[in-house]
T-cell receptor, first 112, second 116 residues
Framework: GENVEQHPSTLSVQEGDSAVIKCTYS??????FPWYKQELGKGPQLIID?????GEKKDQRIAVTLNKTAKHFSLHITETQPEDSAVYFC???????????FGKGTLLTVNP | GAVVSQHPSWVICKSGTSVKIECRSL??????MFWYRQFPKQSLMLMAT?????????EQGVEKDKFLINHASLTLSTLTVTSAHPEDSSFYIC????????????FGPGTRLTVL
């Protein structure tokens, strides 16, 4: 089945700095790459996603880049704020069953 | 945006009893609903996929007789944990996707199940 590696598992940054989380995958059939933010005790919230026909997508302070040749995609958060602190998950989709495979998550801590 | 609700948000039950969790799509019709389980400090693990009006498809290793899933309408799916045991204690999360071709999954807030 599909496999996705997510790094780093923990990331601590100072407020205002940038944060980058990277995921690599092996299944070239994957064509949907969402990122989710999960706060403690809550369900995941979709924050940005990208399809395989696009290399980069940006939404205010959040951006996602995709390199299909190298099979990796990354989440970029600029000007981090304490409220960005959460666990971030990347995921892969692309099958006709619409299932997602999740990375193991990154605990992001933004220090004031 | 699309909203998915779950009920209850938390439940405590005795070992051997059954617990039902509801998942509703509030402002869209969900062609497919997914059920996940998440243990502390771990990722989401897909348990099963359910399409309205048909039997759920379970992931390998998930007991279909223990985790009963019903998707009776386009806005409601239920997960029943039968004869619950302490090892079933976990955070159960549902998600839903909309119509033909939609790939986005919108997640519910989760249900914390504690089995004593």
């Amino acid at each position: 089945g599909e496999n996705v590696e997510q790094h780093p598992s923990t990331l601590s940054v100072q407020e205002g700095d940038s944060a980058v989380i990277k995921c690599t995958y092996s299944d070239s059939a994957s064509n949907y790459f969402p990122w989710y933010k999960q706060e403690l005790g809550k369900g995941p919230q979709l924050i940005i996603d990208i399809r395989s026909n696009v290399g980069e997508k940006k939404d205010q302070r959040i951006a996602v880049t995709l390199n299909k040749t190298a099979k990796h995609f990354s989440l970029h958060i600029t000007e981090t704020q304490p409220e960005d602190s959460a666990v971030y998950f990347c995921a892969l989709g692309g099958g006709s069953n619409y299932k997602l495979t999740f990375g193991k998550g990154t605990l992001l801590t933004v220090n004031p | 945006g699309a909203v998915v609700s779950q009920h209850p948000s938390w439940v405590i039950c005795k070992s051997g009893t059954s617990v039902k969790i509801e998942c509703r799509s509030l402002d869209f019709q969900a062609t497919t609903m997914f059920w996940y389980r998440q243990f502390p400090k771990q990722s989401l693990m897909l348990m099963a996929t359910s399409n309205e009006g048909s039997k759920a498809t379970y992931e390998q290793g998930v007991e279909k007789d223990k985790f009963l899933i019903n998707h009776a309408s386009l806005t409601l799916s239920t997960l029943t944990v039968t004869s619950a045991h302490p090892e079933d204690s976990s955070f159960y999360i549902c998600s839903a996707r909309g119509g033909l071709g939609d790939v986005e999954q919108f997640f519910g807030p989760g249900t914390r199940l504690t089995v004593l």
